[in-house]
Every structure is written in structure tokens, then in C-alpha cells.
């Protein structure tokens, strides 16, 4: 007698694998999940980054100036002279070069200046007024913000013009003074009142008080420091912020033709560089080796493309002064690596001292904040106002932030840090606190990224001057991008764990687990009936959105 036929499952028939609910199957969960980009965590104002390349990528560019400017009111200013940080992290870096972040931030702040493109107006005005002291990168940064909350703000500063180190410290062949304008004016075109030329003291604060609700102090660091083996009372060992001063104002110094410029940093580049443009040699002693010095890499090869010299890991031990020539005796060094952090401590390498002559010695070894007179009525300590997790001063009621306040001098940094502040003053004041963010996601890392999706591209820096043409005069040096540029090196961003809607998760689901849901924050979902955890839509995602996420049986 012939065996009975098999019976076929009944589930085998159905011709549809909806009656699979293979999510009772996983021991993990696919999840969509809005991940911070290393970009991101590296950025001084806690820029949107990925967003607003995204936007450009996808030609709105008026939509990623919108998105840049929550963040940062002067984006074509700082797409100049940032340090970077964001692209030291970029995970692009690790296949093909970091995306040129900065030069892509000055493009879209420099086409909203050609465009005249305005800050939108606060949807409602407050009562309470704020003084803000110092019109540089974190007194606007500061403006900006409280100003779009509605809050009256006035802000005092020193000079004539705003900008403070942006319109009186960089050079015009790194930043245009006419760019710092049109981004100050259009924070003053909010309705910031400017009291220009007016210098404001401790003795100002109680006046101040009454008038106002809060006192923001951005102030910066005007101050530099002075090395004591260089006589103070010669008239040619000058100070680098009044030698870069002197020629933003069109009346450089006097610095004969061999200049000795000591120092490692951006501003001591800018010195060289500005010596340089004037008919100088130019000479740096750093005491760091190249690879450590502060300044960029990029700010060293241009002063020696353009003919300065750079002695790096040395120091000057002693000065002689004869017939209005100075001798300086060099000696290489070493940095003790056991020093303090933050305290430079050269150690001596025997056997190696050196002789330099020079005309005019520039010292661009650091500046402090000129604090003096705040010290009756403020804390201080190291040279700066001392401030709390809130950027509270000891004096209820008065801010601070930036160089006033920082010994991290980056402009970017000061922007930030005048941002956060005025989120520090509103809440003060009475505003409601911002609902707290989700639990922070972990960052995505270059093995998170699938490749296979993003083609190798070239990394296209700014176009430059060449040498020749940069030493004839002050015009700036770093060309900035054209549209096609712009939009090929946004095209390289990775939107590192920032959904944009591939839809690779959706067609590669083995178990059609994932539906499109236009009511989703992300507008995806997953069916939790179905989803068996198999990772492929982890797998196929290239940018890092997506997460397996173990689940608690």
C-alpha cells in the first residue's frame, strides 16, 4: 500500500509571506534613528551640519543659510578663519579626503551677501533689555540670538566699527573688512541699538544694571604678552595686535626690512604674511615643531610660499640691540612633556645655538583681555572673568564668554560660546526652558558608513592666488568657490546618520518589515510583526541611520 501523500503547511500555499510574523523570531530590532555626525560634535556652535549640506546639495541654498544661521550669525566670516575641527573629524577623511566644510560655509555666506538676504524679524517683542559690552564675534553671536528671541539689546563696543579681532586683527587677505560689515549690519539691522566708540569699565556695571535686565561682557583679548628678555621701552619690539591693527587701519608701521616674528600661531602668520605684502622679510621662531605649532598647516605654506622662513623648535635665549639692529641668540627646543597641561616649558638641546638679526621684532605669543579694572566688581583668575557652567559672572545678573572669559581663542569658539550664553541669559530672565533632547545617540563612525553607495571624488580646496600676485597687495587669497564647485563638494558629504530618504532600508528587507510613513518623524516605520532582526536594512543603509537595538525578552 503506497505511503499517504504529504501534507503540504497550509502557509505554503498562501502564496504571500504575511502570515510569517517572523518578528517572534529576533533577539534585535531594527530602528531608524537620527545619529550626530562627528562633524557635529567637533563644532564649536553645535552646527547643523549635514543638514545644511544637504540643503545646498539640493540647491536650496537659502534653506541651508537659514539652517547655518541658527547656529552662527556670521557664516561668510567664519568659512575664512575657522580652524576646523569639523573636518579633522570628517569620516570622510578616511577614504578620500574630509569634506571641505568651511570653504562650503563661505560660499553659502557669501552668496546671502550678495543677495541681501535679511534676518527674519522676532515674532514678538519683550520688555526686558540686555547691554552687551564688545561688538566681536561673541558680543554678535550674543546680539543675534537674544535679538531673535524678541529681547531689546544694546551693544557698546570700543571701536568705531564693529567686528572687533574679525574687522581690526585679521588681515584683508585672509578677511575683507567689507565681509565682517555686511554680516555686523545685518545683525544690527534686527533692531540692535550700536553705541560705538564708547569704552565700558567695571565702573559702568551699576549704571548698566540699572537700566538693563542682564550685562553680557565680550570684551576679547586686546592685551599681548610680552616676553621679558625683549626690551619693553624699544620702539621695534611691537606687539602683534598693534601691528595688525595699524595695517586693517592703513597706516602700518614703520618695521624696516628684516622682521623677526616670534610666535606659532595664526596671528603670528598674519604678521609674517602682512611683513611680507609691505616689503619685508620675515623670519618665525616658534618654539613648537611645525606639526604641533597652532596655526594651520595651511597658514605656514602660505608664508613660505610667499617667501617668509619658519625656524621651528627654537627659542630665543638672549637679545643684544647695536646700530638699531637686534641679535638675537637662538637656541633650539624641546617642549617638556611633562609640563602642566597648557604651560609651554622648552627644555634646551645643547649644542645647537644660533644667531638671527632682525630690524623690528613682532611678539604674537598670546594676548590676554584687558581685565584691570574689572577686577574691583568682577572674580577673576588666570587674566580672565571668571564664569560658571551658566557663563554667570560672580555679579548676579552679568555674563560673560569668549576671549573675556576663555583661554580657547578660536573665533569659532567665541561664536558658540556667545550663543550659548544668550540661551543662559534668557533662561534668566524667565523664559521657558527647551524641552530636553532624547537620549544622545551614539556618533557614527566611518564603519557605519557603506561606501559601496558614494563613488571616490576628488577633495577640491579653494582656488588660491598665486604667490606673485598675494605679496603685490592685501586682496584676499583664498578664492572662494563657484556654484558647480559648491555643489560637487557637498555632493561628497556622507549626511553621516541623517536620514534622506534612499529608500534602501525599504527594498532590501527580506520580510517587507519596513513601510514608507509619511507621519513618521522619520518617515519610516518599522512592523515589529515582521522584523526578524537580520541587520540587512542595517547593512544596506549607507549613512548610519539605522540601528539594531536589542530587545529585553
Known sequence: MAAPAAKMPPIWTTGSTEELNTGTWRNDIAVHQKRPAPCHNACPVDGAIPEWIRQLRN????????????????????????????????????????????????????????????????????EQKVAIVGGGPAGLSCAFQLRRMGYGVTLFDANPELGGVLRYGVPDFRLPRGVVAAEAARVVAMGVQVVSGRRMCAADLDDLQKDYAAVFIAFGAHNSKHLPQFPKSDPNVVDAIAFLRSVKLGAPMSIGTKVAVIGGGSVAMDCAASAIRLGSSATVVAIEKRGAMPAEEGEIADVLDEGGALIDGAMVKKVQVGSGVFRLGCVKAELDPNAPAGVIVPVEVKGTDFELEADTVIL??????????????????????????????????????????????????????????????????????????????????????????????EQRERNKLDAAERNSGFNEIRLGYSVEEALAQSDRCFSCGDCTECDNCFYYCPDMAIVKDPASPLHYRVLEQYCKGCGACVTECPRGAMILQEEMK
Open 59 to 126: 540647491e536650496d541654498i537659502h534653506g541651508a543659510w537659514l539652517t547655518l544661521m541658527e547656529h552662527n550669525p556670521i557664516p561668510a566670516s567664519i568659512g575664512r578663519v575657522c580652524h576646523r575641527p569639523c573636518e579633522s573629524v570628517c569620516n570622510r577623511q578616511q577614504y578620500d579626503g574630509a569634506v571641505a566644510i568651511n570653504a562650503l560655509e563661505q560660499y553659502v555666506g557669501d552668496f546671502a551677501i550678495r543677495k541681501s538676504w535679511a534676518f527674519p524679524s522676532p515674532t514678538a517683542e519683550k
Open 364 to 457: 604674537a605669543v598670546g594676548q590676554d583681555p584687558e581685565i584691570d579694572d574689572w577686577q574691583a566688581s568682577l572674580r577673576t583668575s588666570r587674566n580672565m572673568v571668571t564664569i560658571d557652567d551658566r557663563y554667570m559672572t560672580s555679579r548676579d545678573g552679568v555674563f560673560a564668554a569668549g576671549d573675556a572669559a576663555s583661554a580657547v581663542r578660536f573665533v569659532s569658539t567665541a561664536v558658540g560660546d556667545g550663543k550659548r550664553a544668550a540661551q543662559s541669559i534668557a533662561r534668566y530672565l524667565g523664559a521657558s526652558q527647551a524641552a530636553g533632547e532624547q537620549a544622545s545617540a551614539a556618533t557614527v563612525g566611518f564603519a557605519d558608513i557603506n561606501t559601496f553607495y558614494f563613488p571616490p571624488a
